[in-house]
């Protein structure tokens, strides 16, 4: 049982270039949950799903696109990539009839220059 | 508009002392609050959690208290050990309807347990 697992880890991009990043988790959650962690600001939101073939827009959504084809992945697409997209990018998940917890991946750093 | 506020970037205890780390939300309809852990080039990790019904929730050294009417919760670590070293995210949910379980975090605290 690995939980929620990220790739890549660590990406370096040049600016305008694209990515794909991925989250599977094998908890069979219903929900997944892409944030971006920067310096002073903790995790914010970026897109979110409630079950596959579903997404929604969360707190910062611009720039990024998301797919949820499977159940258990959850991509995080940046078209043309932006300086100010360096950060940590985290993956969680979360089964719909718990509490509220979220259960979180181990995170990909990613690096525009 | 930052709704969850971690107001100390930086804490420093000593080995055996309590820590206390503070969370302050502005959203009223904040119902369920979270600690996570968050330790170097990993991902955070769930700490305890506390429902609006309930005002005190203790899980072995961990205790999180919650005061509504002043829309503050904090976390209490007795006794501190080195491994608690580590960023400390609160977050807060508002549940039901559709809010489908998303987490406001604040900006985390980095607690330093001193040996």
């Given amino acids: ?113 | 508009d930052q709704q969850v506020k971690q107001n100390s970037p930086s804490l420093s205890v000593q080995e055996g002392r309590i820590s206390i780390l503070n969370c302050d939300y502005t959203n009223s309809m904040f119902d369920y609050f979270l600690w996570y852990k968050k330790y170097p080039a990993e991902g955070p990790t769930f700490l305890i959690s506390i429902s609006s019904i309930k005002d005190k929730n203790e899980d072995g050294r961990f205790t999180v208290f919650l005061n509504k009417s002043a829309k503050h919760l904090s976390l209490h670590i007795v006794p501190s050990q080195p491994g608690d070293s580590a960023v400390y995210f609160c977050a807060a949910s508002a549940t039901g309807g559709t809010s489908y379980g998303k987490l406001t975090f604040g900006q985390g605290t980095i607690l330093t347990v001193h040996p």
Wanted: hydrophobic share 30%.
């Fill in chain 1, 1 to 113: 049982n690995a939980g929620v697992t990220q790739t890549p880890k660590f990406r370096v991009l040049k600016t305008g270039q694209s990515m794909t990043l991925l989250c599977a988790q094998d908890m069979n959650h219903e929900y997944m949950y892409w944030y971006r962690q920067d310096p002073g600001m903790g995790l914010r939101l970026i897109h979110y799903s409630v079950g596959e073939g579903t997404t929604a827009k969360g707190e910062v959504p611009d720039g990024y696109n998301v797919s949820r084809l499977k159940k258990q992945n959850f991509l995080l697409g940046l078209e043309s990539a932006a300086p100010s997209q360096t950060s940590v990018y985290f993956c969680a998940s979360r089964n719909r009839q718990e509490e509220e917890t979220q259960y979180f991946g181990p995170g990909t750093r990613l690096l525009v220059l």
